[in-house]
């Protein structure tokens, strides 16, 4: 089964924060950060900068967490 934001999900275990703790900390409803990490609802800006910061995530990387190809799509195609 695909689960959207991998790498995002391995940065809260790195981070040891769970899906809720990442909500707190960056000011966000733990139902509204559970709708982004579905899939179900888009990410603001103003949530990727926080929860960016909240896991340390330098600005260059952000795209590797947040904006990563979807089901069937491979780099380059």
């Not at 559970?34 to 899939?39: I, V």
């Not at 260059?60 to 380059?76: A, S």
């Amino acid at each position: 089964m695909y689960q959207p934001y991998h790498k995002l999900r391995v940065r809260f275990a790195e981070c040891e924060m769970r899906q809720g703790d990442v909500a707190q900390a960056a000011g966000m409803a733990p139902s509204t950060l559970c709708s982004r990490m579905q899939g179900k609802q888009p990410w603001t800006s103003d949530e990727i900068t926080r929860v960016a910061a909240v896991l340390n995530i330098p600005r260059e990387q952000i795209g590797e967490f947040f904006f990563e190809p979807l089901p069937g799509q491979r780099k380059g195609a």
